[in-house]
């Protein structure tokens, strides 16, 4: 069955309102996508941050509506809806039905991080290479399949940590990505922590079908284990690392690794000095516009 497509570019401000409105007009789908990338190639993947949607500056704005929309209709509802929208920010066109989760998995790759560690997605099947440690994630699940930078550096960390008989702390664990990689490298336990509870349910989902739900756990903030972690790690955003860097020295045994990301580059002096009061051997690393910190608890 063919649909109806509506594209609105606008400023990434406008976006919640918009949004609104087309709910109300009865979207079927809503998809965002960065306004100024001229070919799907260099459309950037955003994996959010808990409670976080990252938004280019200029977007667009695809909704999806039943064949049979009137179009002149739909317009003449967004300007009672929306009287600063003009009519050059809105495009129509007829699309064809199709799998679009489907469509996601054809473009979603094998990807390697650091010396041996590999994020397969369901429907590739990974060679038989008793070097590799493999994560099979469903990107569908989103919360983080790897491809975020800062997803990335905290994968090549862990990788080149040894981890064997290590119990690792993930925070802000979102898919799960990080705690299972661990588990995957040698880890024996793990312990997911998460405020959201759909990426809780995420996270053990993907323990499962990765074979290692008998050793991770996953908790709310504050219903964790509080047995300090050999290894630890969170990726959330620059505020909360702040604010929570005393509940992270805490969770830390004496020289217990431990790595942070989820900074944008000019955000790393000030958690430097925050996590110096607790942390030794701070280092940088930086991938595009983002930053890990890493180092271990004194």
Not at 222 to 242: S, Y
Not at 246 to 273: H, M, N, R, V, Y
Request: proline share 8%.
């Amino acid at each position: 069955m063919p649909f109806l497509e509506l594209a609105l570019t606008l400023r990434a401000e406008q976006q919640p309102r918009v949004e609104e409105a087309l709910d109300d007009l009865g979207a079927l789908s809503i998809t965002l996508r960065d306004a100024e990338a001229e070919t799907p190639d260099e459309q950037a993947i955003f994996e959010p941050g808990v409670g976080e949607l990252p938004l280019w500056p200029t977007l667009t704005l695809d909704a999806l509506f039943d064949a049979g929309t009137d179009r002149r209709g739909l317009v003449e509802a967004l300007g009672e809806l929306l009287p600063w929208l003009e009519p050059d920010q809105l495009a129509f066109r007829e699309v064809a039905d199709e799998d679009w989760e489907r469509a996601w998995m054809d473009q979603f790759r094998p990807m390697p991080f650091g010396r041996r560690l590999w994020i397969y997605p369901w429907n590739i099947e990974p060679p038989a290479d008793e070097d590799l440690v493999v994560v099979r994630l469903d990107p569908g699940l989103a919360f983080g399949s790897g491809t975020h930078p800062t997803t990335a550096l905290c994968l090549e960390w862990l990788d080149g940590l040894d981890l064997a008989g290590k119990q690792v702390v993930d925070y802000g664990c979102g898919s799960g990505i990080l705690a299972i990689a661990a588990l995957k490298l040698g880890a024996p336990g793990a312990v997911g922590v998460d405020n959201d509870p759909q990426a809780l349910t995420a996270s053990a989902d993907n323990a499962e079908r990765n074979g290692v739900a008998d050793r991770l756990s996953v908790y709310l903030p504050g219903e964790e284990p509080h047995a300090p972690a050999d290894v630890f790690v969170a990726n959330i955003l620059a505020g909360p690392l702040g604010e929570l860097a005393p509940t992270f020295a805490a969770a830390c045994k004496p020289g217990a690794p431990f790595a942070i990301s989820g900074i944008l580059a000019g955000q790393q002096d000030e958690l430097l000095a925050r996590y110096g009061e607790w942390f030794d051997e701070l280092r940088v690393d930086t991938r595009e516009d983002w930053v890990r910190i890493s180092g271990h608890r004194r």
